[in-house]
């Protein structure tokens, strides 16, 4: 059993940045590939990045790419997403979630455990 926190959503003026985070608990972190995904209001959940086990490995949706970063600690129990260059069409809650095979998956459906997920608001 995996429990995710997600922290570090807010509002956030468009061309600003903020970093999220989703602790874990349990001492199998490490084994899980872990992704973040996120949801705007009347729209289906969307895949924005995935890290692999041991962090060597991610993917990132099109329009993230060069903006956003992930990154892992596995010693901390811990996955980021740094989010750069935020625009309004980021708005959305923002969710992580766990994947026991190795690599990351941009399917929801390839994740067992997920978070509450952290509101991020990109508004002047």
């Known amino acids: 059993q995996v429990q995710l926190v997600e922290s570090g959503g807010g509002l956030v003026q468009p061309g600003g940045s903020l970093k999220l985070s989703c602790a874990a608990s349990?001492?199998?972190?490490?084994?899980?590939?872990m992704g973040w995904f996120r949801q705007a209001p009347g729209k289906e959940r969307e895949f924005v990045a995935a890290?692999?086990?041991?962090?060597?490995?991610?993917s990132y949706v099109n329009s993230v790419k060069g903006r956003f970063t992930i990154s892992r600690d596995n010693a901390k129990n811990t996955v980021y997403l740094q989010s750069n260059r935020l625009k309004p069409e980021d708005t959305a809650v923002y969710y992580c979630?766990?994947?026991?095979?190795?690599?990351?998956?941009?399917?929801?459906?390839?994740?067992?455990?997920w978070g509450q997920g952290t509101q991020v608001t990109v508004s002047s």
């Open positions: 979630a766990a994947s026991p095979y190795d690599s990351g998956s941009r399917y929801p459906n390839q994740y067992s455990y």
């Open positions: 349990g001492r199998t972190f490490g084994s899980y590939a």
């Open positions: 890290i692999s086990t041991s962090g060597e490995t991610t």
